[in-house]
């Protein structure tokens, strides 16, 4: 192989180099974006939950409006209407004595949750760590987030409010985004790979073949040879010689 590698010319060996460097910038280039996109993503994801756990939580002053089922439907409903991406949102009131399970207060939505035996695992981590918790793991195959609110009463957890978010339509946006991307640094590595190559043919690779030829005349009896000067570089000095 290195043999090979050192009978190719000059040009070929310049263009190898040069797309491996660009390759691996554009490399570089789409990890650093979609780790950025994944962030952005996250960050909307989490605001869009924190907005949502606020107006529960702020509507919810004690624990006779926690009850107030028609009151909490009605909410939930209104919620549906504002947050098209949201599918599902259920409020629970965490029990009083130890070891009882989170009761479903109401729902929204397209939920099995208020007819399943106990509540999920955020509602039961949320009561422990009393912050917004927000679940990834299955937004890759579903395209579902899942999110868990807790719900304050005099700074002491009283529920929590679950739902879940679909990521569909922003991922499909995402991955369009993601093929103009890799599309536009296709583009891109082509004409910098042509234009260096370009430069190069007749700058160095042409000049440097006229010399060479005139120095294989010279070498065979004719004294009479000469290269056009084209340029004032160091290789239009040589070509002068």
Do not use: C
Not at 116 to 133: C, H, N, S, W, Y
Not at 225 to 233: C, G, K, R
């Amino acid at each position: 192989m290195l043999y090979q590698w050192r009978r190719l010319s000059l040009q070929v060996k310049m263009t190898v180099m040069i797309s491996l460097i660009v390759g691996a910038f554009a490399v570089l280039s789409e990890w650093i974006e979609s780790r950025l996109i994944q962030h952005t993503v996250e960050d909307n994801v989490q605001n869009t939950a924190l907005a949502l756990g606020r107006s529960v939580d702020q509507t919810v002053t004690n624990l006779a409006t926690l009850f107030d089922r028609e009151a909490r439907t009605k909410e939930l409903s209104q919620l549906m209407i504002t947050l098209p991406d949201l599918l599902t949102i259920v409020i629970y009131a965490y029990a009083t004595e130890a070891g009882e399970t989170p009761s479903v207060v109401t729902s929204s939505g397209s939920t099995e949750l208020p007819r399943q035996t106990g509540a999920p695992l955020l509602i039961q981590q949320v009561f422990k760590e009393q912050r917004l918790l927000i679940d990834y793991t299955d937004r890759d195959q579903t395209h579902r987030v899942f999110m868990a609110t807790p719900i304050f009463v005099k700074n002491d957890v009283v529920g929590a409010t679950y739902a879940t978010f679909s990521t569909l339509q922003m991922d499909e946006a995402l991955e369009s985004m993601r093929r103009i991307s890799r599309i536009r640094r296709l583009l891109t590595w082509l004409t910098i790979v042509i234009a260096i190559n370009l430069f190069l043919y007749f700058k160095v690779h042409r000049p440097v073949n006229r010399v060479l030829s005139a120095i294989e005349t010279v070498s065979g009896g004719t004294l009479t040879a000469s290269v056009p000067v084209e340029e004032q570089d160091e290789l239009g000095e040589l070509a002068s010689t």
